[in-house]
């Protein structure tokens, strides 16, 4: 029902900024919560952040509470994950999901888009 295409990714010194961008098909984009999520190379998946419908209820990692930002502007169809103080260790494929409410486990998440990259640089 719903097509989620990422961007923004590319490659950042650390410490820099970067800001991901989750694009979402149709008008079903408000029935959704969605997740952020990475993953590294030989690495399992990541969550990263979360918001709910109306963004109004948001969830982030440990990793991710003081330097990231997870916003959704619902007239755009778009969510964005703004990202700062950028680590080596952030390096990974970033992926955007949509599922029935905030959570922090793969398996709540129905709907994946094909993720974008994001290289961080010592």
């Known amino acids: 029902q719903v097509q989620l295409v990422e961007s923004g990714g590319g490659l950042v010194q650390a410490g820099g900024s970067l800001r991901l961008s989750c694009a979402a098909s149709?008008?079903?984009?408000?029935?959704?919560?969605v997740g952020w999520f990475r993953q590294a190379p030989g690495k399992e998946r990541e969550f990263v952040a979360a918001i709910s419908r109306s963004g109004g209820n948001t969830g982030y990692s440990d990793s991710a509470k003081t330097r990231f930002t997870i916003s959704r502007d619902n007239a755009k169809n778009t969510v964005y994950l703004q990202m700062n103080s950028l680590k080596p260790e952030d390096t990974a494929v970033y992926f955007c999901?949509?599922?029935?409410?905030?959570?922090?486990?793969?398996?709540?998440?129905?709907?994946w888009g094909q993720g974008t990259q994001v290289t961080v640089s010592s």
């Open positions: 149709g008008r079903t984009f408000t029935r959704y919560a």
């Open positions: 999901a949509t599922g029935e409410l905030v959570a922090g486990n793969v398996e709540a998440y129905d709907y």
